[in-house]
């Protein structure tokens, strides 16, 4: 059975950083592109990123250029996502997905349960 | 930049037809996938590339894309449907994963 499991999240202060983990099994991981997927509370969903199979592509939303950064590492099977420059408007729960292609994006055939991060002084 | 809309809410009689629209230009030139987030739960494929539904997903799950609207439709609402209901599509000429605000659908 393919299976991500998140970790990470946490209450941090505006300006601080934070990273999110996502262990995964049940599947080849280097062979699928995997996404950063978030939803503020009472929100809908909203693309964060996503990262080729050998993580040699990425692919950033407007609102998290340049502040956060995806990266995998295959031999542990786990993604990443460094999240620095936090605002208050990063608050959300962040899921983690695997997506059905390898190279670039296609559909995210399996998620996480996701892990909340809150940003408040 | 590219944009989906969708109505923020349907609600449906048990029983009877949803039809859930995505709108975006020129959208038939796009893949466009469904996801199904029930409360407290995270989303799940339902339909992809416009109307291939995954083996674990009920017959009662369809799609179709044409022009500048994609359409989820699900026969025969049943109360286990409702929830929230999102469109997706990746533009490869910006490399960006867009959603669609999502439907909230209610089944009466």
């Known amino acids: 059975e393919e299976q991500l499991l998140e970790s990470g999240g946490d209450l941090v202060q505006p300006g601080g950083s934070l990273r999110l983990s996502c262990l995964v099994s049940g599947f080849t991981f280097d062979s699928f592109c995997m996404s950063w997927v978030r939803q503020a509370p009472g929100k809908g969903l909203e693309w964060v990123s996503s990262?080729?199979?050998?993580?040699?592509?990425?692919y950033y939303g407007d609102s998290v250029k340049g502040r956060f950064t995806i990266a995998r590492d295959n031999s542990k099977n786990t993604l990443y996502l460094q999240m620095d420059s936090l605002r208050a408007d990063d608050t959300a729960v962040y899921y983690c997905a695997k997506d059905r292609a390898n190279v670039d994006p296609y559909y995210l055939d399996v998620w996480g349960q996701g892990t909340l991060v809150a940003v408040s002084s | 930049s590219y944009a989906l809309t969708q109505a923020p809410s349907l609600s449906v009689a048990p029983g009877q037809a949803a039809r859930i629209t995505c709108g975006g230009d020129?959208?038939?030139?796009?893949?466009v996938h469904w996801y199904q987030q029930r409360p407290g739960q995270a989303p799940v494929v339902v339909i992809y590339d416009d109307s291939h539904r995954p083996s674990r997903i009920p017959e009662r799950f369809s799609g179709s894309n044409s022009g500048n609207a994609a359409t989820l439709t699900i026969s025969r609402v049943e109360a286990g449907d409702e929830a929230d209901y999102y469109c997706?599509?990746?533009?490869?000429?910006?490399?960006?994963?867009?959603f669609g605000g999502g439907t909230k659908l209610t089944v009466l």
């Open positions: 020129n959208l038939e030139t796009y893949s």
């Open positions: 990262i080729s199979g050998t993580g040699s592509t990425t």
């Open positions: 997706h599509v990746w533009d490869r000429d910006t490399n960006r994963g867009i």
